[in-house]
Protein backbone atom coordinates (compact mmCIF):
# COMPACT_ATOMS: atom_id res chain seq x y z
CA UNK A 1 0.00 0.00 0.00
CA UNK A 2 1.44 3.29 -0.80
CA UNK A 3 0.90 6.20 1.18
CA UNK A 4 -1.53 7.44 -2.08
CA UNK A 5 -3.81 4.24 -1.47
CA UNK A 6 -3.89 5.27 2.15
CA UNK A 7 -4.92 8.20 1.48
CA UNK A 8 -7.34 7.37 -0.82
CA UNK A 9 -8.97 4.44 1.46
CA UNK A 10 -9.35 6.72 4.80
CA UNK A 11 -11.21 9.46 2.77
CA UNK A 12 -13.68 6.87 1.16
CA UNK A 13 -14.62 6.57 5.03
CA UNK A 14 -15.53 10.22 5.05
CA UNK A 15 -18.57 9.19 3.13
CA UNK A 16 -19.88 7.60 6.06
CA UNK A 17 -19.89 10.91 8.70
CA UNK A 18 -20.00 10.35 12.30
CA UNK A 19 -21.23 7.38 14.03
CA UNK A 20 -21.01 7.91 17.72
CA UNK A 21 -20.67 4.64 19.49
CA UNK A 22 -17.58 2.25 20.75
CA UNK A 23 -18.84 -0.91 19.75
CA UNK A 24 -16.47 -1.10 16.60
CA UNK A 25 -13.54 0.81 18.09
CA UNK A 26 -13.79 -1.81 21.07
CA UNK A 27 -13.62 -4.36 18.68
CA UNK A 28 -10.66 -3.59 16.75
CA UNK A 29 -9.18 -2.86 19.56
CA UNK A 30 -9.63 -6.03 21.21
CA UNK A 31 -8.54 -7.60 17.62
CA UNK A 32 -5.43 -5.82 17.58
CA UNK A 33 -4.69 -6.69 21.11
CA UNK A 34 -5.35 -3.46 22.80
CA UNK A 35 -2.40 -1.20 21.92
CA UNK A 36 -4.02 1.78 23.56
CA UNK A 37 -3.66 0.43 26.87
CA UNK A 38 0.65 -0.50 26.16
CA UNK A 39 1.38 2.98 27.42
CA UNK A 40 0.73 5.62 29.97
CA UNK A 41 -1.86 8.08 27.96
CA UNK A 42 -3.56 11.83 28.69
CA UNK A 43 -6.74 12.39 27.63
CA UNK A 44 -7.84 16.21 26.82
CA UNK A 45 -11.25 17.39 25.77
CA UNK A 46 -13.37 20.82 25.57
CA UNK A 47 -15.05 22.68 23.61
CA UNK A 48 -12.44 25.44 22.84
CA UNK A 49 -8.42 24.97 23.73
CA UNK A 50 -8.14 21.82 23.33
CA UNK A 51 -5.66 21.40 19.99
CA UNK A 52 -3.60 23.88 22.05
CA UNK A 53 -3.16 22.35 25.19
CA UNK A 54 -2.84 19.36 23.82
CA UNK A 55 0.49 20.25 21.69
CA UNK A 56 1.55 22.07 24.51
CA UNK A 57 1.18 19.23 27.15
CA UNK A 58 3.00 17.33 24.35
CA UNK A 59 5.93 20.06 24.23
CA UNK A 60 5.95 19.82 28.11
CA UNK A 61 6.40 15.80 27.85
CA UNK A 62 9.29 15.99 25.40
CA UNK A 63 11.09 19.01 27.85
CA UNK A 64 11.22 15.75 30.16
CA UNK A 65 12.65 13.28 27.62
CA UNK A 66 9.77 11.58 27.33
CA UNK A 67 9.03 9.62 23.70
CA UNK A 68 5.64 11.33 23.13
CA UNK A 69 3.14 10.06 20.88
CA UNK A 70 0.33 12.82 19.97
CA UNK A 71 -3.15 12.29 18.31
CA UNK A 72 -5.26 15.40 17.64
CA UNK A 73 -8.03 16.40 15.07
CA UNK A 74 -8.24 17.66 12.52
CA UNK A 75 -5.46 18.99 10.36
CA UNK A 76 -4.62 21.73 8.52
CA UNK A 77 -2.50 20.74 5.70
CA UNK A 78 -1.81 16.47 5.62
CA UNK A 79 -3.30 13.84 7.66
CA UNK A 80 0.22 13.09 8.89
CA UNK A 81 -0.06 16.04 11.32
CA UNK A 82 -2.99 14.45 13.41
CA UNK A 83 -0.03 11.63 14.89
CA UNK A 84 3.37 12.94 15.43
CA UNK A 85 5.89 11.32 17.89
CA UNK A 86 8.69 13.83 19.94
CA UNK A 87 6.58 16.26 17.22
CA UNK A 88 7.31 14.38 13.90
CA UNK A 89 5.20 13.72 11.62
CA UNK A 90 4.46 10.28 10.87
CA UNK A 91 6.33 9.54 8.00
CA UNK A 92 4.76 8.79 4.83
CA UNK A 93 5.72 4.95 4.35
CA UNK A 94 5.04 4.52 8.07
CA UNK A 95 1.48 6.17 7.77
CA UNK A 96 0.54 3.40 4.48
CA UNK A 97 2.77 1.10 6.79
CA UNK A 98 0.47 1.23 9.31
CA UNK A 99 -2.98 0.90 7.67
CA UNK A 100 -1.81 -1.70 5.67
CA UNK A 101 -1.15 -3.74 9.05
CA UNK A 102 -4.50 -2.83 11.18
CA UNK A 103 -6.63 -3.23 7.54
CA UNK A 104 -7.11 -6.83 8.61
CA UNK A 105 -8.65 -6.10 11.44
CA UNK A 106 -10.78 -3.54 9.83
CA UNK A 107 -12.22 -5.93 7.54
CA UNK A 108 -13.06 -8.48 10.17
CA UNK A 109 -14.55 -6.44 12.28
CA UNK A 110 -16.93 -4.39 9.33
CA UNK A 111 -17.98 -7.73 8.45
CA UNK A 112 -19.81 -7.83 12.08
CA UNK A 113 -20.19 -4.24 12.75
CA UNK A 114 -20.62 -2.38 9.57
CA UNK A 115 -18.22 0.48 7.80
CA UNK A 116 -15.67 2.24 9.83
CA UNK A 117 -15.54 6.24 9.93
CA UNK A 118 -12.56 8.63 8.79
CA UNK A 119 -12.22 9.13 12.49
CA UNK A 120 -12.30 5.50 13.72
CA UNK A 121 -9.73 4.07 11.44
CA UNK A 122 -7.31 6.86 12.35
CA UNK A 123 -7.74 6.38 15.78
CA UNK A 124 -7.15 2.85 15.49
CA UNK A 125 -3.88 3.61 13.16
CA UNK A 126 -2.82 5.58 16.59
CA UNK A 127 -3.26 3.27 18.82
CA UNK A 128 -1.53 1.14 17.10
CA UNK A 129 1.24 3.13 15.40
CA UNK A 130 2.16 4.68 19.18
CA UNK A 131 2.28 1.23 20.79
CA UNK A 132 4.73 -0.37 18.16
CA UNK A 133 6.94 2.64 18.39
CA UNK A 134 6.83 2.12 22.50
CA UNK A 135 6.08 5.90 23.14
CA UNK A 136 6.91 6.40 27.04
CA UNK A 137 3.36 8.24 26.72
CA UNK A 138 0.64 9.45 24.52
CA UNK A 139 -1.65 12.81 24.81
CA UNK A 140 -4.81 12.12 22.94
CA UNK A 141 -7.18 15.10 22.01
CA UNK A 142 -10.85 13.77 21.76
CA UNK A 143 -12.84 14.39 18.64
CA UNK A 144 -16.11 14.91 19.75
CA UNK A 145 -17.51 14.75 23.10
CA UNK A 146 -16.01 12.25 25.49
CA UNK A 147 -18.70 9.71 26.08
CA UNK A 148 -18.59 8.00 22.89
CA UNK A 149 -15.34 8.72 21.17
CA UNK A 150 -13.24 6.84 19.74
CA UNK A 151 -9.89 8.08 21.88
CA UNK A 152 -11.81 6.85 24.78
CA UNK A 153 -10.93 3.66 24.65
CA UNK A 154 -7.78 5.32 26.67
CA UNK A 155 -7.51 4.29 30.22
CA UNK A 156 -5.91 8.03 30.79
CA UNK A 157 -3.78 8.86 34.20
CA UNK A 158 -4.64 12.30 33.60
CA UNK A 159 -7.61 13.82 31.82
CA UNK A 160 -8.50 17.22 30.80
CA UNK A 161 -11.46 19.93 30.17
CA UNK A 162 -10.59 22.90 28.72
CA UNK A 163 -13.98 24.41 28.61
CA UNK A 164 -17.36 23.86 27.78
CA UNK A 165 -19.47 26.13 25.90
CA UNK A 166 -22.48 25.87 23.45
CA UNK A 167 -21.28 24.01 20.33
CA UNK A 168 -22.64 20.39 18.50
CA UNK A 169 -25.24 20.48 19.96
CA UNK A 170 -27.05 18.49 17.44
CA UNK A 171 -25.20 15.69 18.75
CA UNK A 172 -24.12 16.45 22.90
CA UNK A 173 -26.96 18.49 24.18
CA UNK A 174 -28.89 21.91 23.96
CA UNK A 175 -27.29 23.01 27.20
CA UNK A 176 -24.09 23.17 28.60
CA UNK A 177 -24.80 20.80 31.33
CA UNK A 178 -25.47 18.44 28.81
CA UNK A 179 -22.50 19.15 27.15
CA UNK A 180 -20.52 18.70 30.47
CA UNK A 181 -22.05 15.54 30.97
CA UNK A 182 -21.01 14.16 27.45
CA UNK A 183 -17.25 15.09 27.86
CA UNK A 184 -16.58 14.30 31.32
CA UNK A 185 -17.23 10.65 30.51
CA UNK A 186 -13.64 11.01 29.43
CA UNK A 187 -13.22 10.81 33.97
CA UNK A 188 -12.53 7.30 34.25
CA UNK A 189 -11.35 5.86 37.52
CA UNK A 190 -7.73 5.55 38.39
CA UNK A 191 -8.01 9.49 36.70
CA UNK A 192 -7.06 13.18 37.73
CA UNK A 193 -9.70 15.57 36.58
CA UNK A 194 -8.05 19.06 35.12
CA UNK A 195 -10.73 21.10 34.73
CA UNK A 196 -10.56 25.07 32.67
CA UNK A 197 -12.65 27.62 33.65
CA UNK A 198 -16.37 25.96 32.67
CA UNK A 199 -20.03 27.73 33.90
CA UNK A 200 -21.22 26.09 37.38
CA UNK A 201 -23.99 24.17 35.82
CA UNK A 202 -21.51 22.29 33.62
CA UNK A 203 -18.95 21.99 36.74
CA UNK A 204 -21.46 20.43 39.24
CA UNK A 205 -21.79 17.83 35.62
CA UNK A 206 -18.12 17.32 35.91
CA UNK A 207 -18.15 16.86 40.26
CA UNK A 208 -21.30 14.09 39.85
CA UNK A 209 -18.50 12.35 36.99
CA UNK A 210 -15.67 12.60 39.70
CA UNK A 211 -17.59 11.42 42.62
CA UNK A 212 -18.84 8.57 40.20
CA UNK A 213 -15.71 7.20 39.10
CA UNK A 214 -13.63 8.77 42.38
CA UNK A 215 -11.08 10.42 40.18
CA UNK A 216 -9.57 13.70 42.45
CA UNK A 217 -10.49 16.95 40.74
CA UNK A 218 -7.81 20.14 39.96
CA UNK A 219 -9.78 23.43 39.39
CA UNK A 220 -8.55 26.78 37.03
CA UNK A 221 -8.82 29.57 39.19
CA UNK A 222 -9.01 27.42 42.85
CA UNK A 223 -5.69 25.03 42.34
CA UNK A 224 -4.19 26.60 39.79
CA UNK A 225 -4.01 29.98 38.21
CA UNK A 226 -2.00 31.97 35.78
CA UNK A 227 -0.23 35.22 37.45
CA UNK A 228 1.56 38.23 36.68
CA UNK A 229 0.42 38.24 33.03
CA UNK A 230 1.74 41.05 30.76
CA UNK A 231 1.06 40.99 27.30
CA UNK A 232 3.87 42.16 24.84
CA UNK A 233 2.34 43.46 21.67
CA UNK A 234 2.96 41.75 17.99
CA UNK A 235 5.58 39.10 20.20
CA UNK A 236 3.70 37.47 22.77
CA UNK A 237 3.17 37.26 26.81
CA UNK A 238 4.79 36.68 30.16
CA UNK A 239 3.70 34.91 33.00
CA UNK A 240 3.87 33.46 36.31
CA UNK A 241 2.06 29.92 36.86
CA UNK A 242 0.80 29.22 40.35
CA UNK A 243 0.63 25.63 39.95
CA UNK A 244 -0.72 22.68 42.02
CA UNK A 245 2.58 22.02 43.68
CA UNK A 246 4.73 24.62 43.12
CA UNK A 247 5.04 28.46 41.57
CA UNK A 248 6.27 28.76 38.16
CA UNK A 249 7.82 32.37 37.08
CA UNK A 250 9.03 34.51 34.47
CA UNK A 251 8.17 32.40 31.13
CA UNK A 252 8.05 33.50 28.08
CA UNK A 253 5.08 32.56 25.72
CA UNK A 254 5.48 33.99 21.96
CA UNK A 255 2.42 32.80 20.94
CA UNK A 256 -0.64 35.45 20.36
CA UNK A 257 -4.15 35.26 22.37
CA UNK A 258 -4.77 35.60 26.00
CA UNK A 259 -6.44 32.62 25.89
CA UNK A 260 -3.51 30.78 25.46
CA UNK A 261 -1.77 31.79 29.05
CA UNK A 262 -4.86 29.71 29.92
CA UNK A 263 -3.98 26.82 27.70
CA UNK A 264 -0.45 26.65 28.58
CA UNK A 265 -1.76 27.10 31.85
CA UNK A 266 -4.05 24.01 32.27
CA UNK A 267 -1.16 22.19 30.60
CA UNK A 268 1.65 22.42 33.24
CA UNK A 269 -0.97 21.64 35.74
CA UNK A 270 -2.11 18.29 33.20
CA UNK A 271 1.71 17.42 33.57
CA UNK A 272 1.51 17.97 37.01
CA UNK A 273 -1.13 15.92 37.58
CA UNK A 274 0.37 13.33 35.22
CA UNK A 275 3.83 13.67 37.52
CA UNK A 276 2.24 13.50 40.53
CA UNK A 277 5.31 16.79 41.29
CA UNK A 278 6.32 19.75 41.24
CA UNK A 279 7.72 20.50 37.55
CA UNK A 280 11.43 21.52 36.51
CA UNK A 281 11.10 25.21 36.09
CA UNK A 282 13.68 25.70 33.38
CA UNK A 283 12.18 22.80 31.46
CA UNK A 284 8.70 24.89 31.67
CA UNK A 285 10.40 27.71 30.40
CA UNK A 286 12.18 26.06 27.44
CA UNK A 287 8.98 24.12 26.19
CA UNK A 288 7.26 27.18 26.20
CA UNK A 289 9.57 29.45 23.77
CA UNK A 290 9.61 26.31 21.70
CA UNK A 291 5.82 26.43 21.41
CA UNK A 292 4.07 27.23 18.06
CA UNK A 293 0.20 27.21 17.38
CA UNK A 294 -0.76 26.90 13.32
CA UNK A 295 -3.88 28.18 12.96
CA UNK A 296 -4.41 29.78 16.33
CA UNK A 297 -4.19 33.72 16.32
CA UNK A 298 -1.13 32.73 13.86
CA UNK A 299 0.50 36.42 12.34
CA UNK A 300 1.20 34.83 8.64
CA UNK A 301 2.35 37.75 7.22
CA UNK A 302 3.47 41.33 7.93
CA UNK A 303 2.61 43.18 5.09
CA UNK A 304 0.16 43.53 4.94
CA UNK A 305 -0.41 42.18 8.40
CA UNK A 306 -2.72 38.78 8.00
CA UNK A 307 -3.60 36.65 11.48
CA UNK A 308 -5.26 32.81 11.23
CA UNK A 309 -7.65 31.65 13.57
CA UNK A 310 -9.81 28.89 13.41
CA UNK A 311 -12.51 29.87 15.85
CA UNK A 312 -15.76 28.13 14.93
CA UNK A 313 -18.27 29.07 17.31
CA UNK A 314 -19.86 31.87 19.06
CA UNK A 315 -17.08 31.47 21.87
CA UNK A 316 -14.61 31.21 19.69
CA UNK A 317 -15.40 34.09 18.04
CA UNK A 318 -16.04 36.14 21.01
CA UNK A 319 -13.05 35.18 22.28
CA UNK A 320 -11.15 36.29 18.80
CA UNK A 321 -13.03 39.52 18.54
CA UNK A 322 -11.66 40.61 22.50
CA UNK A 323 -8.13 39.07 21.65
CA UNK A 324 -7.24 40.89 18.47
CA UNK A 325 -7.06 44.38 19.91
CA UNK A 326 -4.94 42.67 22.95
CA UNK A 327 -2.34 41.35 21.24
CA UNK A 328 -2.11 43.06 18.02
CA UNK A 329 -1.68 47.06 17.22
CA UNK A 330 -4.06 48.39 14.49
CA UNK A 331 -6.64 50.49 13.41
CA UNK A 332 -9.36 48.59 11.42
CA UNK A 333 -10.08 44.96 11.43
CA UNK A 334 -11.04 43.25 8.08
CA UNK A 335 -12.40 39.87 8.32
CA UNK A 336 -11.98 37.30 5.75
CA UNK A 337 -14.83 34.74 6.93
CA UNK A 338 -16.09 31.06 5.36
CA UNK A 339 -17.48 28.45 7.97
CA UNK A 340 -19.31 25.45 8.39
CA UNK A 341 -22.73 25.53 7.77
CA UNK A 342 -24.03 23.52 10.38
CA UNK A 343 -22.58 26.32 12.68
CA UNK A 344 -24.71 29.42 14.74
CA UNK A 345 -23.59 31.87 11.69
CA UNK A 346 -26.01 34.36 12.61
CA UNK A 347 -24.67 34.90 16.11
CA UNK A 348 -20.97 34.56 14.97
CA UNK A 349 -21.51 37.09 12.04
CA UNK A 350 -23.19 39.47 14.37
CA UNK A 351 -20.43 39.22 17.12
CA UNK A 352 -18.02 40.26 13.82
CA UNK A 353 -20.03 42.80 12.48
CA UNK A 354 -19.47 44.46 15.64
CA UNK A 355 -16.17 44.35 16.21
CA UNK A 356 -15.11 45.10 12.33
CA UNK A 357 -15.04 47.82 9.62
CA UNK A 358 -15.38 44.92 6.84
CA UNK A 359 -16.43 41.48 6.65
CA UNK A 360 -15.58 39.55 3.01
CA UNK A 361 -17.83 36.62 2.74
CA UNK A 362 -16.77 33.59 1.37
CA UNK A 363 -16.61 29.50 1.66
CA UNK A 364 -14.16 27.00 1.88
CA UNK A 365 -13.50 23.61 -0.16
CA UNK A 366 -14.91 21.61 2.81
CA UNK A 367 -18.52 19.59 2.11
CA UNK A 368 -19.80 20.95 4.93
CA UNK A 369 -19.23 25.14 4.14
CA UNK A 370 -21.79 27.37 4.37
CA UNK A 371 -22.53 28.80 0.65
CA UNK A 372 -21.13 32.58 0.35
CA UNK A 373 -25.19 32.94 0.22
CA UNK A 374 -26.20 31.84 3.20
CA UNK A 375 -23.85 34.60 4.71
CA UNK A 376 -25.20 37.04 2.82
CA UNK A 377 -28.58 36.65 3.92
CA UNK A 378 -27.42 36.91 7.32
CA UNK A 379 -24.84 40.04 6.34
CA UNK A 380 -27.69 41.64 5.01
CA UNK A 381 -29.74 41.68 7.99
CA UNK A 382 -26.55 42.45 10.34
CA UNK A 383 -26.56 45.70 8.28
CA UNK A 384 -22.17 46.00 8.04
CA UNK A 385 -20.25 46.28 5.58
CA UNK A 386 -19.45 43.29 3.64
CA UNK A 387 -18.12 41.86 0.15
CA UNK A 388 -19.27 38.89 -1.65
CA UNK A 389 -16.59 36.80 -2.44
CA UNK A 390 -17.05 32.63 -2.99
CA UNK A 391 -13.62 32.05 -3.87
CA UNK A 392 -11.37 31.79 -0.85
CA UNK A 393 -8.16 33.15 -3.02
CA UNK A 394 -10.27 35.87 -4.28
CA UNK A 395 -11.60 36.98 -0.64
CA UNK A 396 -7.90 37.09 0.50
CA UNK A 397 -7.18 39.29 -2.14
CA UNK A 398 -9.94 41.67 -2.00
CA UNK A 399 -9.34 42.04 1.64
CA UNK A 400 -5.82 42.76 1.10
CA UNK A 401 -6.64 45.70 -1.79
CA UNK A 402 -9.27 46.73 0.84
CA UNK A 403 -6.92 46.87 4.00
CA UNK A 404 -4.17 50.06 4.90
CA UNK A 405 -0.92 49.61 6.41
CA UNK A 406 -2.75 50.17 9.34
CA UNK A 407 -5.68 47.69 9.33
CA UNK A 408 -5.02 43.59 10.08
CA UNK A 409 -6.38 41.73 8.05
CA UNK A 410 -7.87 38.09 10.03
CA UNK A 411 -9.34 34.93 8.31
CA UNK A 412 -11.32 32.73 10.36
CA UNK A 413 -14.84 31.10 10.55
CA UNK A 414 -12.96 27.00 10.55
CA UNK A 415 -9.89 25.25 10.09
CA UNK A 416 -10.49 24.57 6.83
CA UNK A 417 -10.80 27.75 5.69
CA UNK A 418 -7.74 28.39 7.65
CA UNK A 419 -6.09 25.12 6.14
CA UNK A 420 -6.80 26.86 2.51
CA UNK A 421 -5.45 30.50 3.14
CA UNK A 422 -2.74 29.35 5.46
CA UNK A 423 -1.37 27.24 1.69
CA UNK A 424 -2.34 30.00 -0.49
CA UNK A 425 -0.52 32.68 1.59
CA UNK A 426 2.63 30.53 2.14
CA UNK A 427 3.51 30.87 -1.87
CA UNK A 428 2.10 34.31 -2.41
CA UNK A 429 4.76 36.60 -2.23
CA UNK A 430 3.36 39.07 0.66
CA UNK A 431 4.25 35.95 3.37
CA UNK A 432 7.01 36.98 5.76
Not at 63 to 69: P, R, S, V
Not at 179 to 190: L, M, Q, V
Amino acid sequence: MTYSDAIAYITEALKFGINPGLQKIEAICKELGNPQLKYPTIQITGTNGKTSTTWMTRNLLRAYGLKTGCYTSPHLHSYRERMTINGELIPEEVFAATLEDIKPAIDKVRADFGEFTEFEILTAMAFYYFAKEKVDVAVFEVGLGGRWDATSMVQPKAVAITGISLDHTDRLGNTVEEIAWDKAHIIKSGSTAVIGKVPEGALEKIKERCALTGSPMRLFGKDFSPADVSIIKNEGSMLSIQGIFARYEDIRLPVFGIYQVSNFTMAVAILEMFMEQALDPNLIKGAALEFSCPGRFELISKDPPIVLDGAHNPEGISMLVEGLPQVFDYQNLIVVLAMSGDKDIEQMTNILSKNTSLMVLSQNKSYRSASANQLTDIAIRAAKGYIIEPDLEKAIGAAIVEASKSDLICITGSLYTVAEAREHCLKSSYIY
